[in-house]
């Protein structure tokens, strides 16, 4: 029981997150609560703190829009914890969509799906951030905030607390992509938020730590990483995972039997390296 | 230098640049078509002071703030398959309309100002009588009233009652002793609540509100209200197209008493 507990306590504690900020969002709605109102795009907690979607915000900029000062405010919250602390932790603690994708995922290994398709993948990681540049060329000349007209993230998660409509086709699309097209296709190849987030976390303080002296070189971090590049070092040095694209989701954490990897501070962790 | 496909690095950097290009060209261009169709709805209801709706478009972040204060459950999110903006709210009148509560909970929520505080504030407080959600319209066909049927459901729902619509009172030729009770809308004063069309009693409402932009029409500058003070002030903001032909160039007179009339007089 305590080895299943050491194998899936991230993965737990992220379902509760994602399911909790869900369930708040909801009986927002539904039941009036004032614990966290609005959406992913911009919401208000206890009626006092805004909180607003970056993203959203640049592609308003460059719709040419006049960004509010409550908007700007909630900006500034969100982008402080994401910059300063979580990295990309929206991606895997807060993201609806991560549970679909990562249920695609854990299918296709199931199913033997990457043994079919192989290791080698037919798209680019950088496709996210050509997607977010056009998405805000497309801002530019249309006029509207591109993404958020298409972003199957907001179809979900407005779905689930506002009705959900055929938005549940949005989904299924993203999870069949996902299976049968492109292993972590979605979130780890085109989602502009999450390249949005890759660049924005870049510097944050939250990272995995990677101590070569641990490993056994099993390698089950990079199979469970949905963004397994991160992990370039494993095996062979000791070093923080300083990419961006690393949504901090703590998979290769629980999954390694040997410490090899852990949760640290950019600073410390660094220190650490120096002191060798 | 040649790699495994004979290609040199100089051509393979311009085919992967062409191909990003290319790519991208082509995905935008599908990505653009697509936003164009969804956000090209016109006949869509939007919340109490709501900006222009090319601008509401751009600022709103469909947060759904708006739709969660409102006490009626007015206001919906558009869902994929309501054919409207996605995520953008509105209301649909017949359904529910807006009950013009006095203190507007919808409006200050909102975070971007997509909903406009001050276009629904009259000396520093709030005043929902002056909100522009649309305009309601009568269609006479339809309408029981226009039949000389007394009905006037619409006028007593109106919650500007004597104001957004009133009461026209015309002899019924057709009976030859009864009157025709017919309800008629004010532009001026209609907010576009819809109580009206809510409370209609025809299978289809008989009067129906409309976004603005639709509904109305518009005189232009050709067309002033001599008679009328203010509407004669728009003379000073007034365009006229100007077209110069051969006879314009000079002054009217001038040209009726030189070279046009010559032949005449021979």
């Known amino acids: 029981m305590k080895s299943l507990w050491n194998h899936y306590r991230y993965l737990i504690l992220r379902r509760v997150t994602q399911l909790g900020l869900l369930f708040l969002y909801f009986g927002a709605n539904a039941w009036g609560w004032t614990m966290l109102q609005g959406n992913l795009s911009s919401s208000i907690i206890l009626n006092v703190v805004p909180m607003s979607d970056p993203y959203a915000a640049l592609q308003m900029l460059a719709a040419g829009a006049i960004l509010a000062t409550d908007l700007l405010v909630g900006v500034a919250v969100v982008t402080f914890f994401y910059f300063i602390i979580g990295g990309r932790a929206f991606c895997s603690w807060v993201c609806p969509i991560n549970m679909v994708t990562d249920f695609a995922a854990f299918v296709r290994e199931l199913i033997g799906m990457n043994k079919l398709t192989g290791v080698k993948q037919p798209a680019s990681r950088n496709l996210r951030y050509w997607v977010l540049g056009l998405s805000l060329v497309i801002s530019a000349i249309m006029g509207v905030t591109a993404f958020e007209f298409i972003s199957p993230i907001s179809m979900l998660h407005r779905g689930i607390i506002f009705g959900m409509g055929f938005g549940w086709m949005a989904v299924l699309v993203i999870f069949l992509f996902d299976l049968f097209v492109l292993k972590n296709g979605w979130c780890g190849h085109i989602c502009p938020l999450g390249g949005f987030y890759s660049i924005l976390g870049k510097f944050s303080l939250i990272r995995v730590h990677h101590s070569e002296e641990n490993c056994t070189l099993c390698m089950k971090c990079k199979v469970v990483c949905p963004e397994n590049q991160v992990l370039y070092m494993v095996g062979k040095e000791s070093l923080p995972v300083l990419s961006g694209e690393c949504t901090n989701c703590a998979r290769c954490i629980e999954v390694c039997d040997d410490d090899a990897l852990n949760f640290s501070i950019r600073s410390m962790a660094q220190n650490k390296k120096m002191g060798e | ?266």
């Open chain 2, 1 to 266: 230098m040649k790699t495994k496909a004979g290609l040199s690095d100089r051509r393979k950097f311009i085919l992967n640049m062409a191909r990003g290009i290319g790519l991208a060209s082509m995905g935008g261009f599908i990505w653009s078509a697509f936003i164009d169709e969804v956000t090209a709805s016109q006949l869509i209801l939007r919340p109490p002071g709501a900006i222009g709706e090319k601008d509401f478009l751009k600022t709103c972040i469909k947060c759904g703030l708006c739709a969660e204060a409102c006490p009626y459950d007015t206001l919906l999110l558009a869902k994929p398959g309501d054919h409207e903006p996605l995520g953008t709210p509105y209301f649909m009148p017949r359904d529910t309309p807006c009950y013009m509560c006095t203190d507007i909970p919808c409006v200050p929520v909102c975070p971007t100002g997509a909903l406009d505080v001050s276009s629904v504030t009259t000396d520093g407080h709030l005043d929902i009588n002056i909100a522009d959600m649309g305009l309601a319209v009568v269609d006479e066909q339809s309408c029981i009233a226009f039949w000389g049927i007394q009905c006037d459901a619409c006028y007593r729902a109106c919650p500007l009652l004597g104001h957004a619509i009133t009461i026209e009172y015309n002899k019924n030729e057709r009976t030859g002793k009864h009157a025709f009770m017919k309800p008629i809308v004010h532009a001026d004063a209609c907010t576009g609540c819809g109580l009206c069309e809510h409370a209609c009693v025809t299978e289809k409402p008989a009067i129906h509100i409309l976004p603005r932009e639709v509904a109305q029409g518009k005189a232009g500058d050709y067309y002033i209200k001599g008679w009328d003070k203010k509407d004669e002030k728009r003379l000073k903001d007034a365009h006229a197209i100007h077209t110069t032909t051969e006879i314009s160039k000079e002054k009217a007179a001038d040209k009726l008493n030189g070279d046009l009339l010559e032949g005449l007089y021979e």
